[in-house]
């Protein structure tokens, strides 16, 4: 697995042995950030939250496209070991949160580009949604991205912009209210 595209392209990432992580495939990975920049053009002084990290590929590419703060979240003791080892080979403005979004305190800033990436099947994602909106992580009209699994149903309030399959996975892009 590698950083598509951006400063630090070609940089490989670790993933923590094991199953418990599911890192987005490549080919998905490409296919959203070509989904985001058709919508943002850049991703130039963004605030970027990424839940569900994992390996941290989704925040760690949006920061190597320019994106000014990523934070991460991770509940997965060996996954935040491997995010770790992944942020610390790249000068960037990140922080991680090793807890369960569930836990998830009020936000410092609110993010622009929200991406969860919640096991497939286990309504995380629309109960993290929540979440952030109470806790003041969502930006007027920011880009919502959720990757699911093909039967699994998101029921976000937010206004879809997009919804694609890839393989095994849903991308669902959403659009917060202004």
């Not at 042995?17 to 990975?29: I, L, M």
């Not at 930006?139 to 991205?145: K, L």
């Amino acid at each position: 697995m590698r950083i598509i595209s951006g400063h630090w392209r070609g940089r490989a990432l670790i993933a923590p042995p094991g199953d418990a992580t599911r890192p987005t495939a490549d080919r998905v990975r490409e296919a959203l950030f070509s989904m985001l920049t058709s919508r943002l053009g850049s991703f130039e002084g963004l605030r970027v939250f990424d839940g569900f990290a994992g390996t941290g590929a989704l925040g760690l590419e949006a920061l190597s496209r320019g994106a000014a703060h990523c934070t991460f979240v991770e509940s997965d003791a060996a996954a935040v070991k491997a995010l770790r080892t992944n942020i610390a080979g790249m000068k960037s403005n990140a922080d991680v949160i090793p807890a369960p979004m569930a836990t998830l305190g009020q936000a410092p800033a609110p993010c622009d580009l929200i991406m969860l990436d919640p096991p497939y099947g286990s309504g995380l994602g629309d109960l993290a949604l929540l979440r952030l909106a109470e806790r003041g992580w969502v930006a007027p009209h920011a880009i919502i991205s959720v990757e699911t699994g093909k039967k699994d149903v998101l029921a976000s309030e937010y206004e879809v912009l997009v919804v694609r399959d890839h393989g095994k996975a849903r991308l669902h892009l959403l659009r917060a209210p202004g």
